[in-house]
């Protein structure tokens, strides 16, 4: 295959570039009355209008044939057929197995993986159920009211947004609290207002081996012992989801409280997991599975509509064409919609940790842009703050929108609020101020010429700016599983894209190592020389004041 930059889909693209450039998107919408109705596609309960990005029809194309060339279709399928995409770590990457529910098998090595797919969501609605309804008790006898769930990076921020997110679907039977950080006071905060009887611990870890959860776990297992109770009673009070289960055993689980998952499903896309089951005890059962539901029917609409038509295949070609084109080097994420304001950190780590890479999958270096940062928080507090340098600092950072249609106990001047906001945000940017607006504005003010026209600079707004807007009717489990799964397959799609292996993360590995060096020095088991002398100084420095009582 020719190098991605000489082929000439993508030589097409920087020709283009060239004209766009010199276009101004507001111009574009005056003289095409058809741009929006044009440049929608609705599918899954969510609504797309990509009419605000800096594309002609022709852009449109050329990016489209980029794709079909770079054989994203056949990437795609390798991907669902179980393939080993992720050739460092060789392993398949199948998450999409996970909300299989066309009652086809998957195979991986040579076996169908769907039967203990469905046993495992079997147990999850099983121990959900015997949770919720008091059937599993606490050592003493009490019914579980808190669950306390340990884990980091996948193993926590999936849970823990879609919780918040679906915060209207809450169960009253218990209370879901998230601890990610090894920082003790985080914790110590959570434990402190636990009744050790009716707490139970869920330990997410699937390699089983991250510093902070098995610290965390230790610390909780201590609290729990400190409390009164015993050894014995641990098994009614802590069960792990691990695909570690030698490890999660030897470290005192029983066997029975475990529940599997598989090498085949990446951190960052194990929410499908178990490593959703305290989303399960949060929401309930049958709203986990409508998760589940929604982003199988992603994976459906990504296999089969076409690429005009297809939801993660345009937003993850606009994101080529800005990264690549026009020199963006981040992507802002706005959610308008208090309980998805999470949305931006769980896509950082989808996005960055999948595609924040520097050789492709043979190993070469690569000469082009790859992932770009993502950012934001929930709108409309964003617009009192950063949205000053969207709107006029250097360069250009596209934007998704979201936004539901309809939210739970609607007060209708509130939700017209923020979405005149969101609207108006994505028209701003879009638009921006003429120098001569600005100039006309400034009339009768009393500012002599040289002010008057002094001030205009200021107040003028370049305008064309790119923005997605993403509307559904409301955030329910199956939107928000349809939502997450878009952007896992976007993501997806630039990582073929760019010839990246968007499933392994040696960059955080390192740090792994490293962090526990660097504890083995603090906690004196390390000779000095094995540091450099910044990071033996930082110990050093550490060890004045926190020396051995
Ligand atoms: O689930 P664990 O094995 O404890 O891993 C937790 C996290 O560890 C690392 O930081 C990885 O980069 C993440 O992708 C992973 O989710």
Avoid at 203 to 209: G, N, R
Avoid at 215 to 232: I, S
Avoid at 269 to 281: D, E, V
Avoid at 332 to 339: E, R
């Amino acid at each position: 295959m020719t190098t991605l930059t000489e082929s000439a889909q993508w030589q097409t693209l920087e020709s283009l570039a060239q004209l766009v450039e010199k276009e101004h998107m507001r111009d574009w919408f005056a003289s095409d009355a058809n741009r929006a109705a044009d440049m929608n596609v609705e599918a899954c309960g969510l609504f797309l209008d990509f009419s605000k990005n800096r594309v002609t029809k022709d852009v449109l194309k050329a990016l489209f044939d980029l794709a079909d060339a770079r054989g994203v279709a056949q990437h795609r399928d390798a991907m669902f057929n179980g393939d080993i995409i992720n050739n460092t770590e060789g392993r398949a990457v199948l998450h999409t197995a996970l909300r299989n529910f066309s009652g086809q098998p998957v195979i991986v090595d040579g076996e169908d993986v769907m039967p203990e797919v469905l046993a495992t969501l079997d147990k999850i609605e099983a121990f959900t159920h015997s949770v919720h309804s008091g059937e599993h008790k606490g050592y003493t006898g009490k019914a579980i009211k808190h669950i306390v769930a340990i884990g980091i990076g996948g193993s926590f921020l999936g849970p823990k947004i879609m919780t918040e997110a679906l915060k209207p679907y809450q169960q009253d039977a218990v209370k879901v609290h998230f601890v990610a950080n090894v920082d003790g006071c985080h914790i110590t905060d959570v434990l402190s207002a636990m009744d050790h009887e009716d707490t139970l611990i869920v330990m997410s870890s699937k390699s089983f081996s991250t510093q902070e959860t098995l610290q965390n776990t230790l610390t909780a297992k201590d609290w729990f012992l400190k409390q009164g109770g015993t050894q014995e009673d641990i098994a009614r009070h802590f069960v792990a989801v691990s695909s570690n289960v030698k490890a999660a055993t030897e470290f005192g689980i029983a066997e029975e409280n475990i529940f599997p998952m598989w090498d085949w499903v990446g951190g960052r896309y194990s929410l499908w997991s178990a490593i959703g089951l305290p989303i399960s005890l949060c929401l309930g059962f049958a709203n986990f599975k409508g998760l589940l539901e929604g982003a199988f029917a992603m994976d459906e609409h990504f296999k089969t509509a076409p690429n005009e038509q297809n939801l993660p295949v345009i937003l993850a070609m606009l994101g080529i064409w800005y990264r690549n084109f026009f020199g963006a080097q981040s992507h802002v994420m706005l959610p308008y919609y208090h309980y998805l304001r999470g949305l931006p950190a769980y896509v950082q780590q989808l996005d960055m940790e999948s595609n924040g890479k520097l050789v492709t999958q043979d190993g070469d270096a690569i000469g082009y842009e790859t992932g770009p940062i993502i950012w934001g928080s929930e709108g409309t507090n964003g617009q009192h703050s950063f949205h000053q340098l969207i709107h006029q600092g250097h360069g250009v950072i596209p934007a998704d929108f979201l936004m539901p249609l309809n939210v739970p106990n609607q007060d209708d001047t509130h939700h017209a609020m923020l979405a005149s906001n969101c609207f108006g945000q994505a028209q701003a940017l879009m638009q921006g101020k003429t120098f001569a607006d600005c100039y006309a504005d400034l009339a009768d003010k009393g500012l002599d010429e040289a002010e008057r026209k002094r001030l205009a600079q200021h107040k003028t707004m370049p305008g064309n700016k790119p923005s997605n807007t993403i509307l559904f009717e409301k955030l329910d489990p199956f939107t928000l599983g349809a939502l997450v799964a878009m952007y896992e397959h976007k993501v997806f799609v630039q990582g073929v894209i760019w010839q990246l292996n968007s499933f392994d993360q040696w960059g955080v590995e390192l740090g792994k190592v490293l962090g526990n060096q660097v504890l083995a020095g603090i906690q004196g088991n390390t000779e000095a020389e094995t540091f450099d002398s910044s990071t033996q100084n930082l110990i050093n420095r550490f060890k004045q004041t926190n020396a051995p009582k």
